[in-house]
Every structure is written in C-alpha cells, then in structure tokens.
C-alpha cells in the first residue's frame, strides 16, 4: 500500500466539520440568530453524532479563506465526506466552490439561520450546486442532521 493510499484508507472513518468566518464567535454572536450553542458546542455535538455511527470528527475553524481551502484539499485523502458552513464565504467564494468541487467528497452545506427569510445577499450560495444536501434553518441542529445523513451515503 501506498503512503497515499494508506492515507485515503485512515481517512475513510472520518468526517471533516468546517466552519468559516465569525463562527469561532458563536455563543456571543447575536445570539437571538445563532443561539446560544459555542463553537466548542456545536463540535461536540458533532463529535457525538459521529460517533453512533462510527464516524469521528475532524473540526477545523477559520476566519481565513486559504486555511478552509487547505483543509478541503487535505480532505481528499484525510476523509470521506464533509460538513461545511463556510458562513460568509458562502456567498462570495468561488475557490471555496472549486475545492469541493475538486476533491469529489459527499459534502453537506450547513446554516445555523434560515438564510432564505435574511438579507438577499444571503440567499445565493455558490457552495449550494456542488454539494450533496443543504441544511439551513435548523440551528446548530443541523450539524446533527448533516452528519446523519452522510453517515447514511457513505
Ligand atoms: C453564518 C454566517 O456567518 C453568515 O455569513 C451566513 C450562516 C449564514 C449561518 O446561518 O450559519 O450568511
């Protein structure tokens, strides 16, 4: 076996959960929007739902766009499948849509908000096309039901 493919074959129990800008402050964050969940909070959860169904989490949080990009790219042969709420980078990035597009990963957008009752600069996602399944509204819930159903793809 190969070091890569051992690489692919150690990554195949393995979820990554990314978060964008702003979602390290979670908790503090307007929380009558977001809740009151922190990030450690929400990675927990995410943790735990893994878990049940043999999964583990990878968490990686980042207000810069290059360090999410990075971690998509490592996800190819670190992980099987992804949950990203790439937060305001969802409604701008395109190198964010290129790399899930590239790496062909099972990936779930997530959104805390409904993003389609707020402003309508929120309500395009360049993610949305290239992802599997897309959970918004659902509050921090939704990392839940992310991984559920990737645990049932994959
Ligand atoms: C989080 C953000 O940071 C916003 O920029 C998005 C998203 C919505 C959320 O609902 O989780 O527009």
């Given at each position: 076996?190969?070091?890569?493919?051992?690489?692919a074959?150690?990554?195949?129990?393995?979820?990554?959960?990314?978060?964008?800008?702003?979602?390290?402050?979670?908790?503090?964050?307007?929380p009558e929007?977001?809740?009151?969940?922190?990030?450690?909070?929400?990675?927990?959860?995410?943790?735990?739902?893994?878990?049940?169904?043999?999964?583990?989490?990878?968490?990686?949080?980042?207000?810069?766009?290059?360090?999410?990009?990075?971690a998509?790219?490592?996800?190819?042969?670190?992980a099987?499948?992804?949950?990203?709420?790439?937060g305001?980078?969802t409604?701008t990035?395109?190198?964010?849509?290129?790399?899930?597009?590239?790496?062909?990963?099972?990936a779930?957008?997530?959104?805390?908000?409904?993003?389609?009752?707020?402003?309508?600069?929120?309500?395009?996602?360049?993610?949305?096309?290239?992802?599997?399944?897309?959970?918004?509204?659902?509050?921090?819930?939704?990392?839940?039901?992310?991984?559920d159903?990737?645990?049932?793809?994959?």
């Amino acid at each position: 076996m190969t070091e890569a493919s051992s690489a692919a074959e150690a990554g195949r129990g393995t979820i990554l959960v990314i978060n964008g800008p702003n979602l390290n402050m979670l908790g503090t964050r307007e929380p009558e929007k977001y809740g009151t969940s922190t990030l450690a909070d929400v990675e927990q959860l995410a943790a735990s739902a893994a878990e049940k169904h043999g999964f583990v989490v990878e968490c990686v949080q980042s207000n810069h766009e290059g360090v999410l990009l990075d971690a998509i790219h490592a996800a190819r042969e670190n992980a099987a499948g992804i949950v990203i709420n790439a937060g305001a980078f969802t409604h701008t990035s395109v190198a964010l849509r290129d790399a899930l597009a590239a790496v062909q990963l099972p990936a779930v957008e997530v959104h805390i908000t409904n993003v389609h009752q707020r402003e309508e600069f929120r309500h395009h996602s360049y993610l949305s096309p290239v992802c599997a399944a897309v959970i918004v509204g659902a509050g921090v819930t939704g990392y839940r039901l992310a991984i559920d159903y990737l645990a049932d793809v994959l």
